[in-house]
Nanobody, 125 residues
Framework: QVQLVESGGGSVQAGGSLRLSCTGS????????LGWFRQAPGKEREGVAT????????YYADSVKGRFTISQNNAQNTLYLQMNSLKPEDTAMYYC??????????????????WGQGTQVTVSS
């Protein structure tokens, strides 16, 4: 079965950087829609960035544009999220997710079929 495993979270000071990784198994990840979402306590899960692994086209939430970069390594079935200039408001549990048929709005968590367990990112001021 499909499994997604995130790593790379941690605690940093504002202005710092982290790189999240998500390794997939049990499926093929070429020409798929993959994404990163985050959820802070008491808030809804929100889309951060998505990528279509066929063309490499990407989408970013306005709140992270210019600071975060989503990328892929198809040979290793790995998805990355490079996060720079981190802010305290970026503090959340970060999840990678897969929408294999790329159906629906890719900003909406409900359209993603498979999820990782999450990795915590904490940014202190």
């Amino acid at each position: 079965q499909v499994q997604l495993v995130e790593s790379g979270g941690g605690s940093v000071q504002a202005g710092g950087s982290l790189r999240l990784s998500c390794t997939g198994s049990g499926g093929t990840y070429s020409r798929r829609c993959l994404g990163w979402f985050r959820q802070a306590p008491g808030k809804e899960r929100e889309g951060v960035a998505t990528i279509y692994t066929g063309s490499g086209s990407t989408y970013y939430a306005d709140s992270v544009k210019g600071r975060f970069t989503i990328s892929q390594n198809n040979a290793q079935n790995t998805l990355y999220l490079q996060m720079n200039s981190l802010k305290p408001e970026d503090t959340a549990m970060y999840y990678c997710a897969a929408n294999f048929r790329c159906l629906g709005r890719l900003t909406q968590a409900r359209n993603f079929d498979f999820w990782g367990q999450g990795t915590q990112v904490t940014v202190s001021s």
